[in-house]
């Protein structure tokens, strides 16, 4: 059999760095030790300059879903009303744990492959006094859309809600800040703009958001956030409440490492030169994008061409040529293809990704103009590069 290397060119799990996944195999360390709550305190300094908080960031041995989750039953009691912004799966997916948590869900639907517009997010405020929290997406993994945080930020600072944010597959990523948006909850995954395995929730709240977290009533207790916080602060050297996932928080230390090496602003550049690049690949292909309006910095959803099922586009790719892209989600399961560029991906990822695709579309039966997507994205680092 040929062999084929594996490459991972989705909007998470996201390759993993070769000293992150070496970070692993260390021997496990007692959380109760010393020695792990050094290597911890320095996972939770670190990890504050990735949310671009003052606050402090609180490590959940869960997947994405259970920090959200952890956010909901948190910020929010059940009978009270609250915004979701849904514009894709992972918008509706604020709405289905609000209301599998009892709470009353008020939706402001966006169009799938559209960013929210705030004013939207205003009228619903407005025609919702009561509401306590309003949900939103950074990056809508779904839909290839980055949402205006900043913007309806700015709306519900206004109210007395908390704006709570799934920055799962944004943060490391996208520019986000924050403190500086008065952005009221954040919740991050492991696997995407970290450049880890899956497995950790990062959390923050603001003093807004803490306020609230105290004040909660109704049952929590695997992710009552104010008894972790107790556990981070209470001593000179944080601690968790519970077993922490200790070979993730190794991995943790390591990948903050790395971010910090690179800087912040320097991420969030390379996430947009590799986003541009992707897209001007793929229109140079004479395929269009779903979401030209919003593009993400993580993800680019392409619709698939006519005839062509998505899904079909990214077995081939994945089984001929080892890269993992994914497919649609939800109503778009089949109609469109999606390129991850987050976490640890570089310009030449998206050159092979590209290269890649032009050959399996032409196997498909596809009229594409090879080398012009490849040509599309060199044009734009070399663009890049004189600057
Ligand atoms: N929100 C967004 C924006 C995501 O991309 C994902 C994962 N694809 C999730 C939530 C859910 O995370 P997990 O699968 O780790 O529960």
């Avoid at 996201?14 to 996972?43: C, S």
């Avoid at 950074?138 to 944010?165: M, R, W, Y």
């Avoid at 696997?191 to 395995?197: A, F, R, S, T, V």
């Amino acid at each position: 059999m040929a062999l084929i290397k594996k490459r991972i060119m989705a909007p998470g799990p996201t390759e993993v760095p070769p000293t992150v996944l070496a970070a692993a195999g260390q021997p496990i360390l007692h959380h109760r030790t010393p020695q792990f709550r050094a290597i911890f305190a320095e996972v939770c300094d670190k990890a504050k300059a990735v949310f671009q908080t003052q606050q402090p960031v609180l490590t959940l041995s869960a997947g994405g879903t259970g920090g959200m989750e952890a956010l909901v039953t948190n910020l929010s009691e059940p009978g009270e009303t609250v915004i979701v912004i849904a514009g894709g799966v992972f918008g509706e997916r604020w709405a289905k744990i609000s209301e599998a948590l009892g709470r009353t869900v008020v939706r402001v639907d966006v169009e799938w492959g559209k960013g929210v517009d705030p004013a939207q997010v205003a009228g619903a405020l407005k025609a919702n006094p009561a509401a306590v929290l309003v949900l939103g997406t950074l990056n809508e993994t779904s839909t290839g859309v980055e949402h205006p945080i900043e913007a309806v930020a700015k709306v519900v600072a206004e109210s007395k809600a908390c704006f709570g944010v799934d920055a799962i597959s944004g943060l490391g990523a996208c520019k986000f800040l924050m403190d500086a948006w008065k952005v009221d909850a954040v919740v991050a995954g492991s696997q995407k703009g970290l450049m880890m395995p899956p497995g950790l929730a990062l959390i923050a709240l603001s003093e807004k958001a803490w306020a609230k977290a105290n004040s909660i009533k109704s049952g929590r207790f695997y992710w009552n956030l104010p008894t972790a916080f107790k556990s981070l602060t209470a001593e000179k050297l944080p601690d968790t409440p519970y077993t922490p996932n200790v070979s993730l928080i190794m991995q943790l230390r390591e990948s903050l490492n790395l971010i910090h090496a690179e800087g912040m602003e320097a991420i969030w550049q390379r996430h947009q030169l590799l986003a541009k690049a992707t897209r001007a690949g793929v229109q140079a292909l004479g395929l269009r994008l779903l979401a030209p309006e919003f593009p993400s910095c993580a993800v680019t959803a392409v619709w698939s061409p006519e005839g062509v099922e998505g899904t079909a586009v990214v077995k081939k790719l994945r089984d001929e040529w080892g890269i993992s892209i994914v497919g649609g989600q939800g109503k778009l399961k089949t109609s469109i293809f999606r390129i991850g560029h987050l976490g640890y991906a570089d310009r030449a990822d998206v050159l092979m990704t590209l290269a890649a695709l032009e050959v399996v579309l032409t196997e498909l039966g596809v009229k594409v103009p090879r080398g012009e997507g490849v040509k599309a994205a060199q044009t734009v680092f070399l663009e890049a590069a004189k600057k």
